[in-house]
């Protein structure tokens, strides 16, 4: 029941946290992350196949036996054999949606059996696997393994439904916000084009306990300016 309410079960990528932005309507964090592995399906792939989530549930084995290639030697028996079967991984959050290099159109799609327009769904993995040899190879096509480097970004979190429409005014907000911070570059057609949706919870959980986040990719330059612009501000109203 815990899920349904927004308890958070599952662990998530380590980060740091640079800044609180709160003293605003649209607060945020600055965050930084460092090297990340993701296992990653591409909606137009997926569209024949299944959703995306449930391709890559069954890759890290939500649905039974994981569908990946890793190794495990069974019990001795007459004749020996051994059998190639999935690994199963813990589940992270959050699952990140993003929309590269595409206009969003503000259609709802939050089914995520959409017919693709550049939708990429990611599964974060376990922190153990932080080498690409040490990941389980799928056995779905359709599952790629991909590298995320280090990075910075702006974090907005909001509670409420899945819906392509919902995730888009939110990020306009924190489009706005952005700007008014300083970062002139992101613009309502850059932001629409650039963030990713990060979810960490299950799509069954009530949406007022959800807790949704607008993820967006910053320079370091940006990061600095941000932080050293409002950090002393930041810590201000808290004190006060």
Do not use: C
Request: net charge negative.
């Amino acid at each position: 029941m815990g899920s349904v309410f927004g308890k958070e079960t599952v662990l998530e990528p380590q980060f740091k946290t640079i800044l609180e932005r709160t003293s605003v309507v649209t607060t945020y964090q600055i965050r930084e992350y460092g090297k990340r592995f993701a296992a990653e399906v591409d909606y137009s792939d997926a569209k024949n196949t299944g959703s995306p989530f449930g391709i890559l549930a069954k890759y890290i084995g939500v649905f039974g036996d994981a569908q990946n290639e890793g190794t495990e030697a069974m019990e001795m028996t007459a004749p020996v054999s051994m059998e190639r079967k999935g690994t199963p991984m813990a589940m992270t959050a959050p699952v990140s949606m993003e929309r590269k290099g595409t206009q969003l159109s503000g259609e709802d799609d939050s089914s995520g059996s959409g017919s693709g327009n550049g939708k990429k769904m990611k599964f974060f993995l376990p922190q153990e696997y932080d080498e690409l040899e040490k990941i389980p190879k799928p056995k779905n096509p359709n599952v790629k393994i991909v590298e995320i480097p280090p990075v910075a970004g702006a974090a907005y979190r909001y509670s409420g439904s899945l819906s392509d429409t919902l995730k888009d005014q939110k990020a306009l907000e924190f489009s706005a916000q952005l700007r008014n911070d300083g970062l002139d570059r992101m613009t309502p057609e850059h932001v629409l084009q650039n963030y990713q949706f990060w979810g960490f919870n299950p799509p069954f959980t009530i949406p007022m306990y959800r807790r949704n986040e607008i993820w967006l990719d910053l320079t370091q330059e940006e990061a600095n300016m941000l932080q050293e612009k409002f950090q002393k501000d930041e810590i201000e109203q808290i004190s006060n």
